[in-house]
């Protein structure tokens, strides 16, 4: 049995994706009106910027999550990509794990937040995330994961249910 959490998005994301859009729609257009025009190729590459970057935005942002016996699936466009649960330590549903972190390599807010980074509560972790209020933090032998799915609470219940965690090792939700 597998059950389904979305991925709803925050202010903040919202505001940072319409903003590279607008920003990355803006930029051919500048480009054309002030680069150096009797370059083809720079026509050619102030163009191809958002016929590249927007596409790759929308195929990497994070649409939801699937939790099961096998682990847990972050559903992507067309894709999901696979976190096990083997070696699971504990599961915290966390509104605070993404506050002061660093982005180390990855995607701050275009489409998602997505990569890994850092921060002096968990360390370095890899995240998969659209509301960082809804942050779960999965807390593995060598690594950590940040997801943020629309329930946080049942998330957590679940997968300590589904990784077979006795309830006293994981901190409580909330």
């Given at each position: 049995m597998s059950h389904d959490y979305s991925a709803p998005w925050?202010?903040?994301l919202r505001f940072a994706t319409l903003f590279s859009v607008l920003l990355l729609t803006a930029a051919p257009l500048l480009g054309l009106?002030?680069?150096?025009?009797?370059?083809?190729a720079w026509r050619i590459?102030?163009?191809?910027?958002?016929?590249?970057a927007l596409p790759l935005g929308v195929l990497f942002m994070v649409r939801?999550?699937?939790?099961?016996p096998q682990g847990i699936e972050i559903e992507r466009f067309g894709w999901t990509t696979q976190l096990p649960l083997t070696g699971l330590k504990s599961i915290t549903a966390d509104p605070l794990a993404l506050a002061g972190s660093i982005r180390r390599w990855g995607n701050g807010g275009f489409f998602s937040?997505?990569?890994?980074y850092s921060n002096a509560r968990y360390g370095r972790f890899r995240a998969w995330a659209t509301d960082p209020t809804r942050a779960v933090v999965l807390e593995f032998a060598e690594h950590s994961v940040i997801l943020t799915p629309d329930d946080p609470r049942r998330f957590v219940q679940e997968v300590l249910h589904l990784a077979r965690l006795s309830a006293p090792i994981a901190k409580a939700p909330g």
């Open positions: 925050s202010g903040g009106n002030f680069g150096p025009h009797q370059f083809i590459f102030t163009l191809s910027i958002p016929l590249i939801g999550y699937r939790a099961s937040i997505t990569g890994i």
